[in-house]
């Protein structure tokens, strides 16, 4: 869907909601990843171990890791992150 909502975002030259349609996606793309990690290890009998999870509140990129400096995806710095 969020190709759909950015192609009409662009056609009407919305550039703050083209900006949040690319931000969704592409941390989408990070949680199909980590769905895809978490559903593996619990198909083999076993719970998951993340640990602490990061996100950015700007647009939902996520991480395991040591929060980034800036976000990978709109650049927020590192104080947008919070823990969970």
Not at 10 to 27: I, N, P
């Amino acid at each position: 869907m969020y190709p759909a909502y950015m192609a009409v975002s662009q056609f009407q030259e919305e550039k703050d909601a083209t900006r949040t349609f690319h931000g969704a996606l592409e941390a989408e793309k990070i949680h199909e990843v980590m769905y895809s990690d978490a559903k593996k290890v619990v198909d083999g009998g076993e719970d998951i171990q993340i640990g602490k999870i990061y996100i950015c509140s700007i647009c939902g990129y996520t991480t395991t890791n040591q929060v980034p400096e800036k976000c990978p995806i709109c650049g927020a710095p590192r104080s947008k992150f919070v823990e969970f």
